[in-house]
């Protein structure tokens, strides 16, 4: 399998490199050169399979030769192994046609555990043939982070430093990230919103010398392991449900558009996905996309979801290339534009085409709040800010024949103050998060500032 960049200019890499670079050289984001297909019948036969076996088939496919088949059957065995709960990501019914798919139950508490106890495992096998150690930069409006460092601390061929934007994360986000003794792992408090850290991140990147001096790599939602990590869900409750025999519908509380692309790749992989409804928070970059045709960046805001406290949706350049017919010199127009001017106007028909399958609903903080609330009351359940954002965008799009299934992004633990406030109940302590308060953290303070950072991190890698 080799992977192209949506830019063009860049050379064809293979799975490894893919995984190792995030972003592609010319600032494009590396997608598959064709997509891997299953046969219905492929697809059937993911019923009752262990989470594990069916990651090793979906994932395996985007690996290709790069790695051994067994060699993918155990780093996904032992990556799903870490999961609390027996199926991985299991679903649940809340109404006729309704589901709730928990993604929850990896160490961090958060569906970014899914992707990243994969990926660093992936690394780990990749790099221990090179004999290099690379130094990961990553940013995170609050879940990446702590899934990040958790997977990666301790690492053998990897170092970690995390930016996260100072004060605008929860404690318990935070405290999965900086509570951690491992000198592999540095935290740095940002000055300044997510998509400042990100932007900084995209610097470190386009400076070649800074890249090579510390041999820099990225588990952002842009890394292609992690996109293809988050297929395999799609595909399990999917099946559960009915698939391929029946279409299927979803409901993504969307930031950085990585966990709705995820479900774009299933659908492309042959899985019949009927809809996708793409929930955000007041932060709409992407729920106006799909309304207006227009991807047109805004001020973030600060919301009790802050995971997607976003206004760069960086992931929406894979589906922009798509929607193109995969025309690179129009998506690096449209995206070296978006970088300067801050808007894209989607070509008519690409847009035209997207209204097919998606569409974009934003959720304000009231709303949020009162379904936090409702969910509680109708069917018992406590559910996240974040889930109850799909999960407004989700009752909006009112009763249909097809069951539509809610992703949860994140266990209600993980985020006690803004669920007690909505439902007057606090969550249950979860037994993984007891422990981080009796912990140090460790944190570093830096400006909003490339330069700041780059000096940072040199020293963190020694370079
Ligand atoms: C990261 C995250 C999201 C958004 O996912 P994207 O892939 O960035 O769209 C939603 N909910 C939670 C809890 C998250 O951590």
Request: glycine share 8%.
């Amino acid at each position: 399998m080799r992977y192209i960049s949506t830019r063009g200019a860049a050379p064809a890499v293979g799975f490894a490199e893919a995984l190792l670079a995030g972003l592609a050289p010319d600032g494009g984001l590396y997608v598959p050169e064709t997509w891997p297909r299953f046969t219905s019948d492929e697809i059937a036969a993911f019923a009752g399979k262990p989470y594990a076996e069916v990651a090793a088939a979906v994932v395996g496919r985007f690996v290709g030769d790069a790695l051994p088949k067994g060699e993918v059957e155990r780093i996904a065995a032992e990556a799903y192994a870490t999961f609390a709960h027996p199926a991985v990501t299991p679903i649940t019914q809340l109404d006729s046609n309704l589901w709730l798919l928990e993604l929850f139950h990896g160490p961090t508490l958060a569906f970014k555990d899914v992707a990243m106890q994969l990926l660093a495992r992936l690394y780990d096998r990749v790099l221990e043939k090179t004999g290099r150690t690379l130094t990961i930069v990553c940013a995170t409006s609050g879940d990446t982070g702590g899934a990040a460092v958790e997977a990666f601390r301790g690492a053998k061929h990897a170092r970690i430093a995390v930016l996260f934007p100072e004060g605008r994360i929860s404690e318990v986000q935070r405290r999965f990230m900086t509570t951690t003794a491992e000198a592999n792992v540095a935290c740095v408090a940002v000055e300044g919103t997510f998509d400042d850290c990100q932007a900084i991140v995209k610097s470190l990147f386009a400076d070649e010398d800074f890249r090579t001096a510390v041999d820099l790599s990225g588990v952002n939602s842009i890394n292609w392991a992690r996109v293809a990590a988050q297929a395999v869900y799609y595909f399990t409750a999917a099946v559960a449900l009915g698939a391929p025999h029946r279409p299927i519908g979803f409901c993504i509380p969307t930031g950085n558009f990585g966990d709705a692309f995820a479900g774009y790749v299933a659908m492309q992989m042959g899985l019949p996905i009927a809809r996708m409804i793409v929930a955000t928070n007041s932060n709409d970059i992407v729920a106006r996309a799909f309304q207006t045709g227009r991807y047109e960046r805004g001020q973030v805001v600060a919301t009790q979801s802050p995971a997607m406290d976003i206004q760069v949706a960086s992931n929406f350049e894979r589906l922009y290339f798509e929607a193109v017919g995969r025309d690179a010199a129009d998506t690096a127009r449209a995206f070296e534009g978006f970088g300067k001017g801050g808007a894209i106007a989607l070509p008519t028909q690409a847009f035209a085409d997207l209204r097919k399958l998606f569409t974009g609903e934003a959720v304000d903080e009231a709303q949020t709040s009162a379904e936090m609330a409702a969910t509680l009351a109708e069917t018992g359940e406590i559910i996240d800010p974040h889930t109850a954002v799909a999960m407004t965008a989700a009752k909006r799009a009112g009763a249909s024949a097809t069951p539509l299934v809610v992703l949860s992004t994140a266990h209600p633990a993980k985020f006690p103050e803004a669920v007690e406030e909505a439902t007057g109940q606090a969550p249950a302590i979860h037994a993984r998060s007891k422990d981080l308060f009796k912990l140090t953290e460790k944190i570093d303070r830096l400006p909003a500032d490339a330069g700041a950072v780059k000096a940072y991190v040199r020293r963190f890698a020694g370079a």
